[in-house]
Every structure is written in C-alpha cells, then in structure tokens.
C-alpha cells in the first residue's frame, strides 16, 4: 500500500526535474491523502504538469466514490484488471514526491497503536512514482482526472515495516515510462520492480501524522531529534 506521501519541493523544482510545462498550481504538501488532488506529469506531445484526484475512478464506473478504493494498483496484477489495463497501455503518469509514510504495528503493551516511518532518497531528491491516470465523465457531462499509484513487493528497507512499497521509477526508466507509443505490457511491466535498497532511507515519525489534516514541514521530522 502507499496511502499517505509528501511533495515539499516547488512548482519550478518539479518542472525541471521531469522538463514538464506547467498547467496547474501545485504546493508543496507534506502528508498527502486519498481523494485528494495531486500533482501528475503527463505525456501526449509534450510532458505537462497537472493535477488529478488521487484514486482511480475507470472510465466505466457509475459513481466516482470507486476511487476510493482505487488508490493503488498492484503491479503483478495490473495488466490484468479491469480497472487498471488499459489505463497501462494508454494513460501512464508520473507521480512527482519526495518521500512516502508506511505504518508499523506496535507491541500489544503499547496498545496497539501503529508507529509511522517516512522513507526518502538518501540524497533527498525529487522522484516519480509509477502512476496511471483515467478521465471520468459525470452525468451533467463534466470530465473528472484521477489517477493511481502502482504498489510492488517490498524491498529490505520497507519490509520491516510493510509488505509493500510504491513502484519509485528508476530515472532511466522514466522516459520510456511516459512514452505514449510504448504500449506492450511486456516493456513496461519489468519497470515496476522495488527500487534499489541502497538508495532509501526509513526513520520513524511523530503519530501527529496520523491525520492528514497535519500538513506541515515537521512531519517528515525524526522522531526524538534534537
């Protein structure tokens, strides 16, 4: 699962890291959530910077609250479901962050209660989540964007912690990632492999996270630092 993520670079940052144009505000966000709208980088001519709702709502649904239970897309089975294949071989996004929370179950003498880590590159740098993006239309005709993250087996940093991680795209895979004339599941299914260990970093985190209504710098914060 990836469920919770940050994004505490700017607008200007992310452009020139993915050489997107901009057609959408973006703001930094440190504790991002489901159903909100995220930043995305698209690629039809040219790569653009835009916003979805985060949780996929397929082309064919009926009501949009499917989204909810579409944030995530597994990568062993993404080219197989029907929420998500043709979203693989037509609509593939990047999802710009600069870390992601997983949560870890606590000892039953601590009552249970879940400690949250944040995972970042050790450099710190911008990344893209492996994402797909689908276009909805409501009954009054207005088109709704939303997207997915794509989710793989855990890698030996995130495992401790949780059983899964989101696909972080290696930076050669990038473009061929957006390429919109790649369109065989069998060129891109081998990208959405765990990202390598020596690259990522874990520390635990405050639970004032916990809530995505806690959206500040201190977040991403070393639990117990000076």
């Not at 057609?23 to 653009?48: K, L, M």
């Not at 003498?109 to 740098?125: E, N």
């Not at 690259?199 to 639990?223: F, H, I, K, R």
């Amino acid at each position: 699962m990836c469920n919770r993520y940050t994004v505490g670079k700017s607008a200007a940052e992310i452009i020139d890291k993915f050489d997107a144009m901009m057609i959408a505000e973006i703001d930094a966000s440190y504790n991002i959530a489901p159903t909100q709208q995220v930043a995305i980088v698209t690629q039809t001519d040219a790569r653009v910077l835009e916003t979805a709702k985060w949780g996929l709502i397929p082309s064919w649904a009926k009501d949009p609250k499917i989204g909810a239970r579409m944030t995530n897309a597994r990568a062993e089975t993404v080219a197989e479901k029907p929420a998500f294949r043709s979203a693989l071989v037509r609509r593939r996004c990047l999802i710009p962050a600069d870390g992601f929370y997983e949560w870890q179950a606590r000892l039953e003498g601590d009552k249970g209660k879940k400690q949250p880590y944040y995972f970042h590159l050790l450099s710190g740098d911008l990344f893209a989540f492996a994402g797909l993006w689908e276009a909805w239309r409501d009954p009054a005709g207005d088109w709704l964007k939303s997207c997915s993250i794509i989710t793989t087996t855990a890698n030996e940093v995130v495992e401790p912690i949780h059983d899964r991680m989101p696909v972080i795209l290696r930076p050669e895979d990038i473009a061929r990632w957006l390429n919109p004339e790649t369109y065989d599941a069998s060129d891109l299914l081998p990208m959405l492999a765990p990202y390598p260990v020596a690259e990522l970093e874990a520390y635990p985190v405050g639970t004032a996270v916990n809530s995505p209504t806690y959206n500040t710098l201190e977040a991403v914060q070393p639990l117990n630092s000076a």
